[in-house]
């Protein structure tokens, strides 16, 4: 920026050269003219001249250019990398926050904050900064150029310029309310459109076309209402800057005039002047749009703010251990949730050993995927304690433990990508047999040598493209590549036939020898191993033991899925 800034001085150093050059020029035209119509002065004498000025002229143009050039490669540029670094601090700062607070905020919201609202906080950290300094300059050195030439024939030039000052201000506080509005309703529309092309399926199946396009366009039509009012003020803003510089000229002209005829100055000082005058003619009117600009990148970074500020109420330990068994003790663990006052696990006292295989039953909104998010620090406990390996859950390093865990949800989500880098998520070293091992095993391969691309079937956004038991077979795929040390599955095989299912159960409980599992499910596997079956209900725990266990006890709810099993067996 500070090497921008020299070449500023430098362009409008050369360019305020040209103005004085023309005068030159001009006057020693003005000068001559009686001695080339007495004879006195040779044709080819006054061409000479006239070309030595033009060249200079044409000189101070290029370097004046060149200088320009420079400014902007490195002011633009300066900008362009400020613009870099702040999306790059605002998705780290998303990365950051908490689950709750993505629940809190529209996607569109948070995409329009890292992009319109960026962009206009780079608008003004770069045109903005350089024609600010530019104008600073060039102000200074033209009306110094003038004062030197005539300080009365500059205060009448320049006569316009406090109105023009005045009308800035207030148009500078209307633009700013209009462009914090405008912010605000172009969010709102990015949120709004990115829920319905997220849910088109839905909108499509229920024929919503047309009141989904009325609701957008009643906030399109406010949006281009607001847009359209700050139309208005830049449009009167403009030829009112114009009708100022052009009085300056006439005032110009005619006082430039009377001091020529009185002598005191040349007639090269007025038409000096006029240039020096519509010199000024960009700057004037750059100022109002560089007040708007300021304005619109002062409430786009007041909005960025917001989100750079917010503070994440979860926050990694240190804890990094070399040896990570994986003993999970929940003691007397409460948890509500709080975007929803929602009291959905209430004081669950358990304990998981290492390689063991635990089910977890009950019915809807019983806490059991509750569990899991506390359990992979999505949320920390409202009370109580989660130990693992006998250290508290919070002093582990977060990255560190979530790499202990292979976690399929409950919705499978694919990325917009083939269906190899979903599998590998990020781990490049797996090979192509291994991913071609691991779909045998989970019964994918045949469904996706059936693709017309096979692996590198692009699957859409969202995994759209694939059916929702293969968006699951994909997901436990990265699950197990990934080689953690416990395994979540969380009612991860509903979307899968009963022959699929016994088929991926076979073979994980081969392959999770030593492995701890924790399979949340609404069907319980006859031939599965479970070492404990876990039954909750409303937050609580009502029974935790082994298959054998819950039979003598006779829980309701277990021994009703007992008997759905063996009818569908």
């Known amino acids: 920026m500070l ?59 290029i370097l004046s250019g060149i200088f320009m050039y420079a400014m902007r490669q490195t002011i633009i540029v300066m900008s362009r990398l400020m613009e870099y670094d702040l999306r790059k601090d605002i998705l780290a700062r998303y990365f950051e926050l908490d689950l709750s607070f993505f629940k809190t905020h529209p996607t569109g919201d948070l995409m329009a904050r890292i992009s319109e609202d960026v962009s206009k906080v ?144 040349s007639p090269g000082n007025i038409a000096e002047f006029v240039i020096y005058v519509n010199m000024l003619t960009w700057p004037v009117t750059a100022i109002g749009w560089m007040a708007s600009l300021t304005q619109q990148a002062a409430a786009s970074q007041k909005r960025i703010n917001e989100y750079l500020n917010w503070q994440p109420t979860l926050l990694s330990g240190t804890y990094h251990p070399d040896d990570f068994i994986g003993h999970i003790e929940f003691i007397d663990v409460s948890f509500t949730y709080p975007e929803t006052g929602i009291l959905a696990l209430d004081h669950a006292h358990f304990s998981i050993r290492p390689g063991e295989k635990i089910a977890i039953i009950g019915e809807v909104s019983a806490g059991k995927s509750t569990i899991v998010e506390l359990l992979i620090r999505t949320y920390d406990v409202s009370s109580g304690q989660i130990l693992i390996d006998g250290v508290d859950i919070k ?43 691991m779909s045998k095993n989970i019964a994918i391969y045949e469904d996706i040598t059936q693709l017309p691309d096979g692996f590198e ?91 054998d266990e819950l039979l003598q006890h006779q829980n309701p709810y277990y021994m009703d899925m007992i008997r759905q099993t063996d009818i569908s067996g």
């Open 457 to 547: 079937t692009l699957v859409g956004e969202r995994g759209v493209t694939l059916s929702g038991g293969q968006k699951q077979r994909v997901a436990i795929v990265r699950a197990f590549l990934k080689n953690p040390q416990i395994f979540i599955f969380d009612d991860s095989l509903s979307a899968v036939d009963t022959v699929t299912e016994h088929k991926i159960l076979g073979f994980l409980s081969q392959s999770l020898s030593g492995k701890t599992a924790i399979i949340i499910t609404h069907r319980l596997s006859p031939t599965f191993p479970y070492s404990r079956i876990m039954v909750m209900e409303n937050g609580k725990i009502l029974e935790y033991g082994t298959p």
């Open 122 to 265: 780079r608008m003004f950290t770069g045109p903005v900064i350089l024609y600010a300094v530019n104008v600073s300059f060039l102000f200074i050195m033209v009306i110094y150029s003038m004062l030197k030439v005539s300080p009365q024939l500059t205060f009448y030039a320049l006569l316009p310029l406090p109105i023009l000052s005045i009308s800035i201000y207030f148009v500078s506080n209307i633009i700013n309310k209009k462009s914090k509005r405008i912010q605000e309703l172009l969010a709102g529309l990015n949120a709004y459109a990115q829920e319905v092309y997220s849910g088109i399926r839905v909108v499509k199946s229920f024929a919503n076309e047309p009141v989904i396009a009325q609701h957008f366009d009643d906030q399109g039509a406010d949006f281009q209402k607001k847009s359209l009012e700050l139309a208005r003020v830049d449009a009167a803003f403009r030829p009112m800057m114009m009708i100022l510089i052009g009085i300056s000229t006439v005032v110009t002209v005619y006082k430039g005039g009377q001091l020529a005829v009185a002598g005191s100055i």
């Open 3 to 61: 090497l921008g800034i020299v070449f500023v001085i430098m362009s409008n150093y050369f360019r305020v050269w040209q103005p004085k050059l023309i005068r030159k020029g001009l006057d020693y035209v003005v000068h001559n003219l009686q001695a080339f119509q007495s004879g006195e002065l040779a044709q080819k004498d006054i061409n000479h001249s006239l070309l030595y000025f033009g060249g200079m002229i044409i000189g101070a143009a």
């Open 395 to 437: 002093e582990y390093d977060l990255a560190f433990l979530r790499k202990q865990f292979g976690y399929v949800p409950q919705v499978s989500f694919l990325f917009s990508d083939t269906i190899a880098n979903n599998m590998r998520f990020g781990q490049e070293s797996i090979s192509q047999d291994a991913l071609t091992q």
